[in-house]
C-alpha cells in the first residue's frame, strides 16, 4: 500500500504471479503501514504449484522459525487480525494508508524540486523520483551520510538511506542544502 497508495495497484504482480501459475514467496511487513512499530508484526505467505509442495515449504519454514522462537509474540497480530478483519475498520485503514502514501509522494516531490533548484552542478536527481515508498536513497555513501549527521543533524542510515515519512515540506529545502552540501563537498 505505501508503494502506490493502492493495495490493489501494489499487489498487482503478486497477482500475476498467481495467474501464471509460478510459485513464489511473498514477506509482508505491517509495521509501518499500521503504525505498529514496536510490534514487529509480519508475514510470509507462499504460492506453491501443489499441496505436497507446500507441505514440504511448511515444514522448512517451520525449521527456521522454531530457533528463533517458540512462541512468537501475538499482541501486534491480535490487532492486525482485527483491522483486517473488520469492514470499518480495514476501509479506516485504508484511507489512511492512502493519505499517507500521498503525502510521501508530495514530500518526494518537493525534496526533488529543491534539489534540482539549489544544486547548480547540473546532477541528475530524478532518481529521488523513480524510487517508490516511505525511505530514499540518496546515494551518498558513508562519509556523507556522516557530515550530514555532523554538520547538519540530519540522521540517516551509512548507506544513505533516508526515511521520508518524518520529513515535513517545510524541511524539504533544508535537507536538500545538506545533500547537496554533502554530495558535492564530502567524500
Given at each position: 500500500g505505501f508503494a502506490s497508495g493502492s493495495l490493489d495497484e501494489d499487489a498487482a504482480s503478486v497477482r500475476l504471479f498467481a495467474e501464471r501459475?509460478?510459485?513464489?514467496?511473498v514477506a509482508q511487513s505491517y509495521s509501518k503501514n499500521l503504525g505498529l512499530y514496536a510490534e514487529r508484526i509480519g508475514a510470509i505467505n507462499v504460492v506453491c504449484s501443489?499441496?505436497?509442495?507446500?507441505?514440504?515449504?511448511?515444514?522448512?519454514?517451520?525449521?527456521?522459525?522454531?530457533?528463533?522462537?517458540?512462541?512468537?509474540p501475538v499482541h501486534g497480530a491480535r490487532?492486525?487480525?482485527?483491522?483486517?478483519?473488520?469492514?470499518?475498520?480495514?476501509?479506516e485503514w485504508k484511507a489512511e494508508m492512502e493519505m499517507m502514501a500521498g503525502r510521501i509522494k508530495t514530500v518526494r516531490q518537493e525534496l526533488y524540486d529543491s534539489l534540482v533548484s539549489k544544486d547548480k552542478s547540473g546532477k541528475d536527481w530524478s532518481f529521488i523520483l523513480k524510487q517508490i515508498g516511505m525511505f530514499s536513497f540518496t546515494g551518498l555513501n558513508k562519509a556523507q551520510s556522516?557530515?550530514?549527521?555532523?554538520?547538519?543533524?540530519?540522521?540517516?542510515?551509512?548507506?544513505g538511506r533516508i526515511s521520508l515519512a518524518g520529513l515535513s515540506l517545510a524541511k524539504c529545502e533544508y535537507l536538500a542544502d545538506a545533500i547537496i552540501d554533502s554530495y558535492h563537498n564530502v567524500s
Open positions: 501459475g509460478m510459485e513464489f514467496f501443489s499441496a505436497d509442495a507446500a507441505t514440504r515449504v511448511k515444514s522448512q519454514l517451520k525449521r527456521i522459525a522454531r530457533p528463533m522462537y517458540s512462541n512468537p490487532i492486525v487480525a482485527n483491522v483486517v478483519g473488520d469492514v470499518t475498520m480495514f476501509s556522516d557530515n550530514m549527521t555532523d554538520k547538519w543533524h540530519v540522521y540517516m542510515t551509512k548507506d
